[in-house]
Each structure stands twice: as C-alpha cells, then as structure tokens.
C-alpha cells in the first residue's frame, strides 16, 4: 500500500519480533514507525482487531527503531515483560517480543 512518500507492506504469516525485523531489514525497509498521528489513524483503518508488530521497543522507555521517542504515552501494558510494541484498529498495545504476530513493514517510496 502507498501513502506520501512510503509504501506499507501488511503481512499474512506471523512472526515473533525480531524475525518481523530481520524480515524487513532483508526487503531494504524497517518495521513500521509512524511518524504522526494522521499516519497511525490511517494505517488503524486498515487493521482489525488482529495485532500487528510495529518498530516500536521498551529498555528503559518506548521508543521507535530510529531512537525517537514515542510521542504519545497511550501504549496499553499489562505486563513487565511486554517489552515490544504492536498495532491494532484501537491502538497501540505492547507484547511479549516472542509471540507470533503479522506486522507492518515501511519503506520510502523510489
């Protein structure tokens, strides 16, 4: 899927995190890191209730794959070890990082 100046690749199979990771690196993207708030509600238009890995990690803090800060603190965590971040229609959620999801590569349109 194209919008701007990205194309968005939405998986089938399910994957934990960093093989979602490695899987993008290999296609010359990243997982997906949304850069404003219009891109993160039109990419939830075209999920559903299924989560979706998304380039977004905690160490001591959430931030994207790049090192950015997440902009907003509204991720849903109901574990200590849910160290990974995944998208869905409501939201962001976090996860184990070993647990099988599909997931959203992003990459800069040529």
């Given at each position: 899927m194209g919008y701007g100046?990205?194309?968005?690749?939405f998986s089938l199979e399910k994957k934990n995190w960093n093989s979602s990771l490695e899987f993008c690196?290999?296609?010359?993207?990243?997982?997906?890191?949304?850069?404003?708030?219009?891109?993160?509600?039109?990419?939830?238009?075209?999920l559903n209730?299924?989560?979706?890995?998304i380039g977004l990690r905690k160490n001591s803090d959430w931030r994207w794959e790049d090192g950015s800060a997440l902009n907003t603190?509204?991720?849903?965590?109901n574990s200590m070890v849910q160290k990974c971040g995944a998208l869905n229609e409501n939201g962001l959620q976090a996860s184990s990082c070993e647990v099988p999801l599909q997931w959203v590569c992003k990459k800069v349109r040529l």
């Open positions: 100046n990205h194309c968005y690749y690196l290999a296609k010359d993207s990243h997982l997906l890191m949304c850069t404003d708030n219009q891109e993160m509600n039109l990419l939830k238009s075209f209730k299924d989560f979706y890995w603190p509204r991720i849903i965590s």
